[in-house]
């Protein structure tokens, strides 16, 4: 999300006077209807505050906006084939659903066809789409809270669409009575490097990621059947904690996170997790030296699941763990965000915080 306030102005006024040469470049979502638009949308302009920018699709879906039907932001700059169309409407009827092969037979078109069609007119891959869709939507009241969400139904959001199912999908159902499921709590955290979801009870910190970390929505799956429990949006003591520790890590001024954290996992798993918090910051290991100090010299790949494995972004600090041969490696969260979390860390070395 674009958060200077001179682009947003521009973007703004680009969007208020349909300028073309901004189609593409960024994408308006509008507060109040849920839907995202090209700077060119022929539909009545929002105010300015009830505006939020973007500069790719995925983060527009991700942050729950859907793609608005007059202008079919996505589609820039080719046409749509009526393939595509169809898949997109699919999707809008059945946000919360995760789709299979079979079901691009029944539009009578060869799946890898589908595919092709999508990834060329979207930039993405259908499934990519969908799921950024779908945990759009479950992240959307988490973002904006319920008052809002209601507010877009009442302005004729297509309550059939699924929005609530999308959300108790892969949140799980509110609790009938209460202290019959244990619940817990997810919080937005908007952070320099992108948002991040938190998810907590009073006491424990379960869960921390980028909102558009890869298999995030397993992650949560795999929470709520550990747990027992449900995620309703809200936010906790602890929520609060690590959103004010995270602010001030990002501003140089701390390193070390008090916040409690629950580890979920295997006891090889928390082994892992435990060698990774005495990496110290401005410094890296390797799969291969982990392994070696936690006595499975041999378990190397083991050790990148379980370092893969990791709910604890930035916290448990899996991004310090690199190549044996030096190169970077991967990330959840992107290695653009783990080449981020390094560079940044050397300064915290520096100045021996
Ligand atoms: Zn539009």
């Known amino acids: 999300m674009i958060e200077d306030e001179k682009i947003k102005k521009k ?39 009830n505006c939020l920018f973007f500069q790719d699709a995925q983060s ?73 869709r779908r945990m759009g939507l479950a992240l959307q009241s988490i973002r904006l809270g319920e008052k809002v969400i209601d507010a877009q139904l009442n302005a004729g959001y297509d309550s059939a669409s699924g929005f609530n199912d999308a959300f108790s999908k892969i949140m799980g159902n509110p609790p009938i009575k209460k202290g019959e499921i244990n619940v817990l709590y997810a919080k937005w955290i908007n952070t320099k490097l992108g ?54 890590y990002f501003e140089n001024k701390l390193i070390h996170f008090q916040t409690p954290v629950f580890f979920l996992g295997s006891d090889f798993q928390k082994k892992v997790w435990n060698a990774l918090l005495k990496i110290p910051a401005g410094e890296v290991s390797t799969y291969k030296k982990i392994a070696s100090e936690i006595g499975t010299p041999d378990g190397v790949r083991a050790v990148g699941n379980a370092n893969g494995a990791n709910q604890l972004a ?18 959840g969260g992107g290695r653009e965000r783990k080449q981020w979390l390094l560079d940044h860390e050397q300064n915290f070395h520096k100045e021996d915080l």
């Open 11 to 49: 973007y703004y006024d680009a969007l208020v006077n349909k300028d073309a040469n901004y189609d593409g470049i960024f994408f308006a979502a509008i507060k109040t209807t849920g839907v995202f638009c090209h700077a060119t949308c022929p539909a009545k302009k929002p105010k300015y505050e």
């Open 60 to 132: 527009a879906l991700l942050a729950g906006f859907r793609p608005c039907k007059r202008c079919n932001p996505l589609s820039y700059p080719h046409e749509l084939s009526p393939l595509v169309k169809e898949i997109v409407s699919m999707v809008e009827q059945n946000p919360e659903k995760r789709w299979k092969d079979e079901d691009f037979k029944v539009l009578g078109a060869h799946p890898a066809t589908a595919r092709r069609q999508f990834k060329q007119a979207y930039g993405m891959t259908f499934v990519q789409y969908a799921r950024a």
């Open 195 to 248: 948002p991040m979801l938190s998810i907590s009870d009073e006491e424990f910190l379960y869960l921390l990621e980028f909102v558009d970390r890869r298999g995030l929505e397993r992650e949560i799956e795999r929470l709520r059947n550990r747990r027992k429990a449900t995620i309703l949006p809200g936010e906790t003591k602890i929520s609060r904690q690590i959103e004010e520790e995270l602010n001030l």
């Open 314 to 331: 930035i916290i448990i600090p899996c991004h310090r763990v690199i190549q044996t041969s030096g190169e970077i490696g991967g990330y």
